[in-house]
């Protein structure tokens, strides 16, 4: 069985928070249990206000978000058409630091790479499209 | 969403947060902290059993109130998170040992012994 959901997002923080319990809401509706449910609202919160506030695009310009599970994977993928830009490839944060003396961005793409089974991004006809993967238990 | 009460006790005041802190209720939340507590209290502890989630937005917010009280000469602490929040603060090294506590309570007596602590280091300085 091969569960599929898109959503069309635009470039702003109001319809993001929006789409995050959309995408969220049919999560659940794909068996998907509360604890990767939160897993999911974390990479793609972070994913999404990182192409409102860094991608230059104006607010009417659209996100395309995808979720899938196939096999026991359960992937989002996010298609943007703002200039290329890896947000994964950001340093992570000095987690070492006491949190007094951290510097307060960075954790937000941490987050991503920590939390999934695999995240990527490729420049694809003209378009930044990051993929995350969670393996589902079943 | 965020629902937030504030309880205050002789200088000791708690938060008693339930919903999400993500991007969209963070900010609001911390500016509504520091309003409110425009007296540094004694002791400031966020109590986190009814939030679900926390975002990287939420757990900027607990550095910057960490960093406001230490300025103020306050204390910090977070109590009775969730197991999947306390997984995000794992995750994030932002779990300062010192200052999270199981429950209220066990905050509560925390400050009580550090605050007997400091008379006692007075009274000896006397």
């Known amino acids: 069985m091969v569960f599929t959901f898109n959503l069309k997002v635009k470039v702003a923080e109001?319809?993001?928070?929006?789409?995050?319990?959309?995408?969220?809401?049919?999560?659940?509706?794909?068996?998907?249990?509360?604890?990767?449910?939160?897993?999911?609202?974390?990479?793609?919160?972070?994913?999404?206000?990182?192409?409102?506030?860094?991608?230059?695009?104006?607010?009417?310009?659209?996100?395309?978000?995808?979720?899938?599970?196939?096999?026991g994977v359960l992937r989002l993928t996010i298609t943007d058409s703002g200039p290329s830009f890896d947000p994964l490839a950001l340093a992570a944060p000095d987690l070492d630091l006491p949190i007094e003396q951290r510097q307060i961005g960075g954790l937000g793409i941490h987050f991503v790479r920590s939390t999934s089974a695999r995240c990527a991004w490729q420049r694809l006809d003209?378009?930044?499209?990051?993929?995350v993967d969670w393996i589902i238990a079943c | 969403m965020l629902d937030i009460k504030r309880q205050a006790v002789l200088g000791k005041v708690v938060y008693h947060l339930q919903g999400r802190i993500d991007g969209q209720s963070s900010e609001p939340l911390y500016q509504q902290i520091i309003k409110a507590e425009a007296v540094a209290p004694k002791s400031l502890t966020l109590s986190l059993g009814g939030v679900d989630f926390v975002?990287?937005?939420?757990?900027?917010?607990?550095?910057?109130?960490?960093?406001?009280?230490?300025?103020?000469?306050?204390?910090?602490?977070?109590?009775?998170?969730?197991?999947?929040?306390?997984?995000?603060?794992?995750?994030?090294?932002?779990?300062?040992?010192?200052?999270?506590?199981?429950?209220?309570?066990?905050?509560d007596a925390y400050f009580e012994a550090m605050a007997r602590k400091a008379n006692r280091g007075d009274d000896e300085d006397d």
């Open chain 1, 126 to 131: 003209g378009c930044n499209v990051v993929e």
């Open chain 2, 55 to 107: 975002s990287s937005a939420g757990i900027r917010t607990v550095i910057k109130l960490t960093r406001w009280c230490k300025e103020r000469g306050a204390s910090f602490a977070i109590a009775s998170m969730q197991t999947g929040v306390a997984k995000i603060f794992e995750i994030a090294a932002a779990l300062p040992s010192a200052s999270v506590f199981a429950s209220e309570a066990e905050a």
């Open chain 1, 14 to 71: 109001q319809e993001v928070f929006e789409a995050l319990d959309q995408v969220v809401l049919c999560a659940a509706g794909f068996g998907i249990d509360d604890e990767q449910q939160n897993l999911l609202r974390l990479s793609l919160e972070e994913l999404l206000l990182n192409v409102c506030h860094h991608s230059g695009l104006p607010s009417s310009a659209v996100v395309d978000v995808a979720l899938v599970l196939r096999d």
